[in-house]
């Protein structure tokens, strides 16, 4: 019995031995998956020695998320069959994740017990990255494939079965056949022809002679008829894939369509004609140069015409033969070098070329290169300006004389306007109380003397800026003062006209680098223009807030308007709501006042805009000028903004009816909300974007983004935060429904009951 237990254990250890040279691994578990042997394959595999490994749970050489798979798909199948292969993903000791084979079997007993499991692991990194490489390829080709811009299709031998194509055949062919039906031989039942139109049999075909014999072929034209009857001119490029042994096992065919190339070239016949003719017809001189040389390579008769040259005499110039260049700027031949160093794609400038007869000539030339089979030519297209620069200096000279004779004008009218105001001023002292009429006589010459020096002043303004010699006397100043100024100067015809202002100032200083008595004249004209244009019991409104960098001055009334076609010529010189001088206004005056505001801002460095929606539907002027730099903006403290009552919401109006919009902008302002209109969906969600409201209301019947589509866009940027109110004309059940679904808060029908649009306002929670 010794004996037989002493050659067992040899044989044990003989086998131990055996196994734990295999190159593989091997590895047995227990009942409780924990590793009771562990040969030197396993090692080299995992990283893991024997000592390391014995007694721990098989799992811990599986990746975490891998533990699921290790009980599910191979312990259960395991001690189900008896028997089980897989393939797993382990992760090696460094940390590295390889792939192995397992073949697993369970041990049993003498006496036919499981007592735990046997598993020979195989490694398969290589192969499995192989395999992944060659799905990664295969879909990284049929997508290449897919996105060329040519009919991709393969052939499997020996009929020519469809094999695949891509979305470009199937526009090419104008069908979508079944791939591997022996029907579909060599794209199917289409009808093929030569260059010449003679029909071309499937035999004859390039397709069938590639996959018969092997042959390839490139750039072979062919027409090919859909089965709409329509014809396409193809460029076919077939090669034939062979196996290892030389057998033909496919062909990949790849067809361009080049219709538009043969049609193209035909148009392009007719085009090279008509430009030749516009060439050769054009009213303006045309050069091509070389300009390595400076040599005229083409040019059309007007460019020798113009210069008093015939043609032939004109060829055996260069530039610098027709150029009297007064500087390197003016100079075609710069110009030349500059496009071409630069790569400048337009050069436009003014130059002097000589005629034969010695003549100087102003041209106006524009060049810009020009690139013919990789060399760089210059095309410079030049008219004579000659007599228009003359006309231009006289015109120089013109206005210069005005400018002269406007300023003296100024000067003669002023002087004698001091001893008429002292004049109205006796009469005043010495009148008795008992003349009324002389008194009211007093008070209406010194008001047109007023007008009068007003429009004295301007005209006098007017000529010193357009001759250069205002100069500002500029100081760090706060803005509001200026403002409170220009109020005091225009109170008496804000007061006249029964005029409702409104001042809105910062509470802390706005510090401005300005000449004071220029920036408070500015406001004054604008003011006086807001007034003179405003029907008697008007109401203006002037805010001055600071925004960013600058401080923002806006002056709005409601009085007679912009048209919209007079809008931007309102800073216009002599010009006065945007008429010209020969159209005069009720309201009189030169049409000085915003085109010398226009003027002094910009001496300071800021900008004047004006709006308007309208005749009758008043005007905006605003103001911006650049903040005193290294100043400190002053710290925010309560009640430094108007803090607004509990009723008061910041409300957006969408409606493409700009009266309804401006009409509620109106009437919410007047309520006393914060109001701001948007004429369609984009606008809607960019106002939002900016003007952060607590409520909109919205029409649905938008053009384009309709009211739907923006309440849903709003939902998914802002959630809650807003209250959304549907204002239409849609006021069925289904309407109120598809309203909510969209995400409005509540449905109005136009028109809405005031009470009910006051108490939605008013009580809506904003907290939601």
Known sequence: MNEELREREAQYRLQAQIIDQIHDAVTCIDLESAITYWNKGAERLSGYSAAEVLGKHISFIYPEEEHTFLEQQVIQPLQKKGHHEVEVRLRRKSGEDFYAHLALSLLLDQEGKVTGMIGYAMDITTRKQA????????????????????????????????QYYNQQAVEFWGRDPLCNDDKEQLCGPLRLYQRDGAPLSHPQSPMTIALTQGVSYRNREVIIERPDGSRVIALANIDPIKNRDGKITEIINVLQDITYLKRAEEALRDSEARYRALFDGSPSGILMLNPSDLTFVEFNDQAHLQLGYSREEFAQLTLPDIEAAASPEQSLEHACYFVQALGIDKQ?????????????????????????????????????????????????E?????????????????????????????????????LPHLQQACGLIERQLSHLTRLVDDLLDVARITRGRITLQKSRIDMASCVVQAVEAVRSILDEKGHDLTLKLPPSPLQVEADPVRLAQVIENLLHNAAKYTHERGRIALTLTPEGSQAVLTITDNGIGIPPELLPHIFDCFTYNGRPLNHPSPQGGLGLGLSLARSLLELHGGQIGAASPGLDQGSTFTVTLPLAKETPQPAATPGAEEAPTLSCRRVLVVDDNRDIAHSFEILLGLWGHQVQTASDGPAALKATRTFHPEIILLDIGLPGMDGYEVAR?????????????????????????????????????????METLKKLLAGSSLST
């Open 131 to 162: 395999e992944e490489a060659l799905r990664e390829s295969e879909a990284r080709y049929r997508k290449l494939a897919d996105l060329l811009p040519v009919a991709v299709y393969t052939c499997k031998a020996p009929k020519g079965t469809l």
């Open 348 to 396: 436009e400038f003014e130059a002097h070329y000589r005629t034969k007869r010695g003549e100087i000539h102003d041209v106006l030339v524009t060049g810009r290169p020009l690139q013919i089979q990789g060399h760089t030519y210059l095309c410079a297209v030049f008219q004579d300006i000659t007599e228009r620069k003359r006309a231009e200096k006289a015109l120089q």
């Open 398 to 434: 013109a206005d210069r004389r005005k400018d002269e004779f406007l300023a003296l004008l100024a000067h003669e009218l002023r002087n004698p306007l001091v001893p008429i105001r002292n004049a109205v001023q006796l009469l005043k002292l010495q009148s008795e109380p008992s």
């Open 713 to 753: 866009h709003l939902r998914a940027e802002y959630g809650q935060r807003i209250k959304i109110f549907a204002l239409t004309g849609y006021g069925q059940e289904q309407d109120k429904k598809r309203a909510k679904e969209a995400g409005f808060d509540h449905h109005l029908t136009k028109p809405p009951q």
